[in-house]
């Protein structure tokens, strides 16, 4: 059985969600382009935002792009490390104090020995706040998104903020070795650090980077379905009969500007081996 903690985001009465606005505002108009290679995407700044130009095309207003504008222009000056000025330093204020939020809920609840394991780049640099906390923690992390080359990944204004805080946890992983390459690549190149081949606890080799005296694992773990699991509940005569009677269901999934389509149909079709039906 799996235990849930509940963390509600609260936001001030007095900021009118503008502080909940700036984190999603970091998260899907900064990070998520960012990580998906791309720094062009973006759609134009709402007329309230200073410095915007005389040829800013106001007519996207209503449109879902036009939340996260201000955001999310790949002309944002580059300022210092911790984004010290203007929407910046408001977007990664916003960042840090949800971040901080999970800390303090993951400390609460922490026993020695647990294993904390952090999800998506929502929470890059939560690793940061836990180690300061409970430093005999053991904290993994695992990006669900690419990771961009050094030369996108450093248009970050808080770039090597963010490289510290996923190199605070003990373990990094991400979908394919592309990424992971990326990732080493980044930590070269903008902190100076070597990487390479370390024993492991297993008596083999691990991918790490050395980083204050510290070895922090680099893995590249594929998601996906397992075949032979699902043919063996496919051939099940239960399936069979439930296959017969089941309608193909329709999911409209909204995907985000960075992919192929703005909107997509996936279809869901019960097919088992031995068991069509004309």
């Known amino acids: 059985m799996i235990h849930c903690v509940q963390l509600i985001i609260s936001v001030s009465p007095n900021c009118n969600s503008a502080a909940l606005y700036r984190y999603n505002g970091f998260c899907k108009g900064v ?146 070795f592309e990424y992971a390459r990326h990732f080493l690549t980044c930590c070269r190149r903008l902190l100076g650090l070597n990487y390479g081949m370390v024993p492991d606890a297993s008596g083999g080799h691990t991918l790490a980077i050395d980083t204050n005296g510290r070895h922090v694992a680099v893995t590249s773990i594929h998601a996906g379905v397992e075949p032979p699991v699902l043919n063996q509940i496919l051939a099940h005569p239960i399936t069979a009969e439930k296959v017969s009677n089941a309608m193909c269901p329709c999911n409209f999934n909204k995907t985000h500007s960075t992919e192929a389509k703005s909107s997509r149909f996936v279809f869901i079709r019960f097919f088992a081996v031995g068991h069509v039906h004309s």
């Open 31 to 176: 990070l998520w382009p960012v990580l998906h290679n791309v720094t062009s995407v973006y759609s134009s700044r709402p007329d309230n935002i200073e410095g915007a130009g005389d040829d800013v095309d106001m007519r996207q207003d209503n449109s879902e792009s036009a939340q996260f504008s201000e955001y999310c222009m790949d002309d944002i000056g580059q300022g210092p490390i911790h984004g010290g000025r203007g929407s910046e330093a408001e977007l990664w204020a916003a960042y840090n104090a949800v971040n901080r939020k999970f800390a303090e809920v993951v400390v609460q609840c922490f026993n020695e020995g647990d294993l904390v394991w952090v999800h998506g780049f929502h929470l890059l640099i939560l690793p940061s706040y836990l180690t300061r906390r409970i430093p005999m923690a053991k904290v993994g992390i695992f990006l669900h998104t690419p990771f961009p080359s050094s030369e996108i990944f450093r248009t970050l204004w808080c770039r090597e903020d963010l490289l510290r805080g996923i190199l605070n946890a003990d373990q990094v992983g991400f979908h394919l």
